[in-house]
C-alpha cells in the first residue's frame, strides 16, 4: 500500500559528543520523537563538517574524531513537527534546526494475513 501527502521533514544538526543529563543528545531527541509518537526518526553521522564553531570536526584525523556532526531526520505532518519543536527548546543548546516542506511517497507492508491471500 502507498500513501502519499504533504508533510514536514525537521533536520537537526549537532555533535557527537552533545550530550544530555550525560547520555546521547541525539539518543534524547530521538527517543522524545517516539514518545510523541512521530512516525519515524533517523540519526545519520557525518564523516566530516563544521558549524557556528568554524573547527572542522572529521573522521580523517584521530584527534578530531570524537565529535563528528550527526543529522537527525524526523519526518511527520507540519503540526505534529511544530509541536515537537518545544522540546528541542530543552535540549539543544547549541546546533542547528531546519524545517522543510516535503512531499511523501510511503511504502507500507501488508499485514501477514494480507500476505497469505
Known sequence: MRLHGAAC???IFIGEADQYHHKPLYAEIVRRAHTHGLAGASVFRGI???GASSRIHT???LSLS?????AIV??????KIVEFLLE???LIDEGLVTLEPVEVYRYVGRDKDEKKS
Open 9 to 11: 521533514r525537521i533536520t
Open 48 to 50: 566530516e563538517g563544521y
Open 59 to 61: 573522521s580523517r584525523l
Open 66 to 70: 570524537d565529535d563528528l556532526p550527526l
Open 74 to 79: 524526523i519526518v511527520d505532518t507540519e503540526d
Open 88 to 90: 528541542l527548546d530543552d
